[in-house]
């Protein structure tokens, strides 16, 4: 691992997670995970459709500041680039994809979460949903609204137009054609999490059911 560290990612990654082995360097590939070169596709359900003239995307719960784009003002949002690892439950994991989309901290900044927000709900299409605790969303200086991939528009298999992406957790909370985000104060299971898919998700720690 770099030990050029500029968002304090370890420091912030240690603090919400603190049994997790971040710097040791066997924690590359995490245990139980096996590496692919291909981009398997998975998810529950049929690929939604997108017109950009009804999408839209919203934050709501407990914000100061509800939000509600449509995908212009979307796309004309901040983006940054990330390099990262990615770890599917079912034990592939991929080095190095390249994602860019709008930062965690745009999310921060214009909803404003209240004091009493601690986790979070992706509501995608078709009613699939993915809860986070909002530590974590916070502490990886890589969660984005990812809406490319190798610097073209994601494919539909993965997630187009836009994709939640949070690499330090199982790849099913990175929720695909996302539209929304919920602020809560509690937790509560959202779609494989009901299925006994683990609340958190951390593959450092086999967190991958409960
Ligand atoms: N909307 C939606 N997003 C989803 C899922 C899903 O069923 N629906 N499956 C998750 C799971 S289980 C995984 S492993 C990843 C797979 O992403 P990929 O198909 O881009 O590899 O998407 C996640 N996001
Ligand atoms: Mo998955």
Redesign the pocket.
Known sequence: MATWDPFGKVQRLRKANPKRPFDSKEGRLPPGQYLTEK???????SVPQFDAETWDFKIWGLVENPVRLTWDEFAQLPTRQVVTDIH???RWSKFDTKWEGVPWDWVMEIAKPKPEARYIMLH??HG?TANVPLKDALADEKTMLAYKFNGLPLEP???YPLRFLLPHLY??K????LRGIEFMINDRPG??EGYGYHMHGDPLLEQRFS
């Open positions: 981009f398997p596709v998975l998810h529950y359900g599917c439950v079912t995608s299409e699939f298999d993965h997630g790849f099913w990175s929720a695909k054609w779609f494989w």
